[in-house]
């Protein structure tokens, strides 16, 4: 047996030679991993950068064009689109329409950029008056099965617009199935569901409700969004998903979550997606502002900790950042 002296100067001697080390590295990231969130809203030569996540911008068609240019120089060749429309209504109606702001904006990418893989967020918050994820009864609680039946209506209509993967984060339950049976019918069914399979009802969304005006009007979403404080239901709610016909899973935030995300990976073989949130975002580029930290080295090293954790798809507002360091 090797006694304990042994074992150190051993890992010690393959630490020693940097060449070595980055051989020996166990985890990885790579620009392919990255998918980078896009805001699309009305108008003409719109780029409205929010005070909350400097650099994020909410952008007018034309300007989302030149940004898929600039991000397929950089390497980036996902992204996921969130429409922010001028008018909305107690059941969110615009999402409802081939003329949406979302449709019209997906179509624009994919005749452009046909290769640009395409996700689009799937849900009615940023679409509906009260800012909450689907339609609501008579005491102000979202209508799970009437909500469901909206869904897979707007799933069907991205699809149809083009979209490569419909990601549905509306929490609702039943509604990754509502959706596959919903394309499939309708012959799309090479269209991928990325679920927000396990989203928290977190504080780390903060600055998201700012660029893409969905903070709900009254009361909040922890009546369909997860409790922080459980485990075994977190990894559950991915599982049910995953019956149900989600092609990846997530898990949203990441930051406060990385035990969830390895639980979910030792569960499923689907891939897992992370979605590192706009509250992480603005946290980090404040510390960068304040001089507090060696913001490139330690904006590596959360990416690191989210693939070692099993992390096969990031979502982040630092993708291009990320592109630029690797």
Known sequence: MMNEGVVVVR???LRKNENIRNMLQESRIQISD???PLFVVEGNNVKNEIKSMPDVYQMSIDNILQECEN??????????????????DSIGSSALSDKSIISRAVRAIKERFNDMVVSVDLCFCEYTDHGHCGILDSNGDVNNDKTLEILARQAVILADSGADIIAPSAMMDGQIRAIRDSL??????????????????SAFYGPFRDVADSAPSFGDR???????????EAIRESLIDEDEGADILMVKPVLSYLDIVRDIKENSLLPLAVYNVS?????????KNAGL????RTLLEMMISFKRAGADIIISYHA???????
């Open 222 to 232: 922890k009546t369909y969004q997860q409790n922080p404080a459980n485990r075994n």
């Open 11 to 13: 890992l010690r001697r």
């Open 184 to 201: 499939d019918a309708n012959k799309f069914i090479n269209t991928l569901i990325m679920s927000y399979s396990t989203k928290f009802a």
């Open 34 to 36: 990255f998918v980078y």
């Open 279 to 287: 509250g992480e975002y603005a946290m980090l580029r404040a510390a």
């Open 71 to 88: 991000l397929r120089n950089l390497g980036i060749s996902h992204i996921i689109l969130f429409g922010i429309p001028a008018i909305k």
């Open 293 to 296: 930290i060696d913001y490139d």
């Open 320 to 326: 291009k950042e990320i592109a630029n360091l690797i």
